[in-house]
């Protein structure tokens, strides 16, 4: 191909499609290529068996743990990457979050920008994807100069009954803000049907404010914008001086091997598959992978301590169908006690006795899971990663190995008795019979779905891969913008961060593009 671009994105995740979507209007010549192709729209989008169990929309690739077992990924390769499947519940880190915190199991570092740099870019985030929400309820809810653009998200009976609970004991539920295209006042405009599989599912009707119809589908038309899908992008080549990519390499959704260039390339493949494309380019100028004179591509690998609870009430039918409606912060500092964080409550979009399935004991007939399910409400638990420069990214093989070991165990568990004990606090004041259950599970590797880390930014090429434009260090057409460049994780979820970072970047590439 003998074109040559203002830009060339890979990837059209939360932070390729928002930068696609940012640069477009400029006018410039950009070229994006995305591994994936638009997910189809099938009635499989909605069927659980397919999706949680099937795992339609998850890669077939198989990775390797740090003891080189077989890992296989529960992420997918689509034109809006994961968050075609996300619960598309945006937070804002919290304001501290972007400073040196003191956890259980050790120092959560400070952000070379602070949250003041971060907050006009989370404003133009929520913009972008239709985030609705409710401001001044959630205690560690950071200051915002604009409220969100769509109203909360109202809950259910079955969740308000738990709500009106909470808040009678003294918690503070908040709505979740979420991204889903709902209008409850006028249902009749809505493009959302509120349905039940949303959380973990593609939305069939287009109603998910992902990054793919967000922001690929109003640009991939324009003049300026090619997209190519099934372009797997296998290196990038750099000049003889090593300070810039000079060819992008591909194999095409064909099978051939073509090579592109663009004066500046932006990697967007999501945390691990960033890291892994700039490991496998290595050459004679980068022997250790592009960008990695610091030796830390690839490292401080984190995707949040992760757990879902599951609360049963088999005295109380849950009827809710969209259940990712409020969220509990009271804990994400600690409590009187325990004066580390703890993290944060939200519960689960949907639940369905698929989903129960592979936990179960064998042979646990369909209908009994079913009774379950209908009275469970599930609930999902995050505590914050301390990045670990052993945990990490590695291109082993032709494959990617994840070595991963956990940390900040105490306090994460610690969120889950305490959760434990609030919902048998809350919920079982009116029960005449102890008819309650909690299950508990933590999500394995497998569920890499928050993963960021792995390039993070800095003001010092000798300990960080990005500088605080998101541009690398080593060289000086290539920047990343998906969740690769967090110096932590925090303990909410990460879409919106990757988002406002992405605009972020985005206005600067334009002032510097002129
Ligand atoms: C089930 C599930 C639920 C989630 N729920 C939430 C939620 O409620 N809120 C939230 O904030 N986050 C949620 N997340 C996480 C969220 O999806 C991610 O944080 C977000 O999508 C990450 O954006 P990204 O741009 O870093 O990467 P991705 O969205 O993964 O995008 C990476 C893109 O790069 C492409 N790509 C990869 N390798 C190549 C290559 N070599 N060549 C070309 N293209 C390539 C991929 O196909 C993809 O399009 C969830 C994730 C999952 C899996
Ligand atoms: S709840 Fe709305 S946005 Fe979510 S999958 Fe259903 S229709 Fe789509």
């Known amino acids: 191909m003998n074109i040559s671009y203002d830009f060339i ?9 928002t930068i696609a979507n940012r640069l477009a ?37 198989v990775w390797q743990d740090k003891n080189g077992k077989p890992l296989h990924p529960g992420t997918g390769y689509w034109v809006g990457g994961n968050t075609k499947v996300y619960g598309a519940a945006l937070f804002r880190l919290r304001k501290e979050d972007f400073g040196e915190l003191k956890h259980q199991g050790g120092i959560s570092p400070a952000w070379p920008l602070s949250y003041d740099d971060f907050e006009p870019y989370y404003t133009r985030a929520e913009g972008l994807f239709d985030v609705h ?21 109202s809950n259910e009976p079955r969740i308000q ?22 209008n409850e006042k006028n249902p009749e405009d809505s493009a959302c049907i509120r349905c039940d599989s949303c959380d973990g599912y593609p939305c069939l009707a287009d109603a998910k404010a992902d990054a793919d119809v967000n922001c690929v589908r109003p640009i991939h038309h324009q003049e300026n914008v090619t997209l190519i899908t099934g372009a797997h992008v296998l290196r990038l080549l750099t000049s003889p001086d090593g300070r810039s990519v000079s060819e992008v390499e591909f194999q095409d959704a064909q099978g051939s091997v073509e090579r ?36 830390q591509v690839g490292r401080n690998f984190m995707f949040h301590q992760a757990g879902a609870i599951l609360s049963i009430h088999f005295d109380k039918l849950n009827t809710a169908k969209y259940m990712k409606t409020f969220s509990v912060n009271d804990f994400y500092f600690g409590e009187p006690g325990y004066d580390f ?24 007939p369909g209908v009994v899971l079913d009774h379950m399910a209908k009275h469970a409400i599930p609930w999902w638990l995050t505590t914050e990663d301390l990045p670990d420069p052993e945990n990490r990214v590695q291109w082993v093989n032709g494959t990617v190995k994840l070595s991963y070991t956990q940390n900040n165990v105490t306090s994460f568990k610690r969120l889950m008795n305490r959760w434990t004990e609030v919902l048998k606090e ?22 890499v779905g928050h993963q960021n880390g792995t390039c993070k930014f800095g003001t010092d090429p000798k300990t960080s891969v990005l500088n605080l434009n998101c541009r690398t260090h080593d060289i000086d057409n290539l920047y990343i913008v998906d969740g690769s460049f967090f110096v932590s994780s925090g303990a909410v979820n990460p879409s919106l961060t990757i988002i406002a970072n992405a ?5 600067h590439l334009l002032e510097i593009a002129g």
Request: charged content about 25%.
């Open 9 to 17: 994105i890979i990837g059209t995740g939360a932070g390729g499609g």
């Open 503 to 507: 605009l972020r970047v985005g206005d």
């Open 260 to 295: 592109v260039r663009g004066d500046r390339v932006i990697v967007s493949c999501g945390a691990i598959n960033s890291a892994a494309l700039l490991l496998r380019s290595a050459n004679d100028k980068h022997p250790s992978g592009l960008a990695n004179s610091s030796d």
């Open 341 to 364: 964080p703890m993290g944060n409550v939200q519960l689960i979009g949907s639940f369905h006795k698929e989903m129960m399935i592979s936990d179960a004991p064998w042979g646990t």
């Open 161 to 182: 009954d738990v709500c009106d609970r909470l808040k009678k004991h003294g918690y503070h539920p908040f709505p979740v803000p979420v991204g889903i295209k709902l």
């Open 426 to 447: 809350v919920g079982g004041d009116d029960s005449i019979l102890p008819l309650d259950a909690y299950f508990t599970k933590r999500i394995p590797l497998e569920g």
């Open 25 to 61: 209007q400029s006018g410039k010549k950009i070229l994006i290529l995305e591994r994936g192709t638009f997910l189809p729209r099938e009635k499989e989008n909605w069927n659980t068996t397919e999706v949680f169990l099937n795992n339609r929309y998850h890669t077939k690739e």
């Open 133 to 153: 929400g409710q401001r001044g309820i959630d205690p560690t809810e950071p200051p915002m100069s604009d409220d969100y653009p769509y109203p909360a998200i």
